[in-house]
């Protein structure tokens, strides 16, 4: 199984980004697809959660109402939406995929996200 996070970059406060997280090498739909974050000297953080057979969604009240995750079956790709970034966003964003319950758990590489004017 393979992730591949991308679209971090630089914003300013205020601004939007959407990251995509392209996975590959399982078939499964029984999966949790994760966000998760981790800002300098911080521990890792669940920003939202898309679940594999039914859609579901659940977010991170610190992230509730500006992010949205979201997916493309075709594309094997789960995205985040990021609207209204505040520097306090800044982190680096890790995908991560649950499959079967939690018997099979993997992560990206990550990709960084800056918030700063």
């Known amino acids: 199984v393979q992730l591949v996070e991308s679209g971090g970059g630089l914003v300013q406060p205020g601004g939007s980004l959407r990251l995509s997280c392209a996975a590959s090498g399982f078939t499964s739909a029984m999966y949790a697809m994760r966000w998760f974050r981790q800002a300098p000297g911080k521990g890792r953080e669940l920003v939202a959660v898309?679940?594999?057979?039914?859609?579901?969604?659940n977010y991170a009240d610190s992230v509730k109402g500006r992010f949205t995750i979201s997916r493309d079956d075709a594309k094997n790709t789960v995205y985040l939406q990021m609207n209204s970034l505040k520097p306090e966003d800044t982190a680096v964003y890790y995908c991560?995929?649950?499959?079967?319950?939690?018997?099979?758990?993997?992560w990206g590489r990550g990709t960084q996200v800056t918030v700063s004017s």
């Open positions: 991560n995929v649950l499959i079967q319950f939690g018997r099979y758990n993997y």
């Open positions: 898309i679940i594999g057979d039914d859609g579901s969604t």
